[in-house]
């Protein structure tokens, strides 16, 4: 016998995949053409100068910040999807971030989501979603490419 909820929790997250694959637009250039890992630009001069602009203004306390890498940027493209995120060619960075709140205490190790193109960011996300666009079978994201190194 399964545990209460189960199938409920099961039947939810594939309905969540189900409206965001149905509402994913291929993102394309002013002229039409749809984006690949060449249009993602040059790679960050500097992962770690890249995180700290991304979060500066985003953040509480930015000077505070723990920021922990578990995995290099590569190139992708990501699918417009209405309401969750901008979609486009970049540079996937996804640090673990642990801030302080209001009170001044460390809110624990959090996944963020940053869309980086050549110096600025073009998607941001903090929220509980960071994890869905930082992990590696992500319906979101039409291509991806090596890790940096």
Do not use: H
């Amino acid at each position: 016998m399964s545990k209460p909820g189960f199938n409920t929790m099961k039947l939810a997250a594939a309905l969540s995949a189900l409206m965001l694959t149905a509402c994913m637009t291929p993102p394309t250039t002013p002229s039409g053409r749809q984006l690949t890992l060449a249009d993602a630009g040059p790679p960050p001069a500097d992962v770690g100068e890249a995180v700290r602009t991304a979060l500066r203004y985003r953040l509480k306390d930015f000077e505070t910040a723990r920021i922990e890498m578990a995995m290099q940027p590569r190139p992708v493209v990501f699918a417009s999807t209405t309401g969750l995120n901008t979609g486009g060619a970049g540079w996937e960075i996804c640090p673990m971030v642990n801030a302080k709140n209001s009170f001044g205490a460390y809110t624990g190790l959090k996944p963020i989501f940053i869309l980086w193109k050549r110096g600025e960011v073009i998607d941001f996300n903090a929220s509980e979603m960071a994890a869905f666009w930082c992990r590696d079978k992500n319906d979101a994201r039409l291509e991806a490419g090596p890790r940096l190194r």
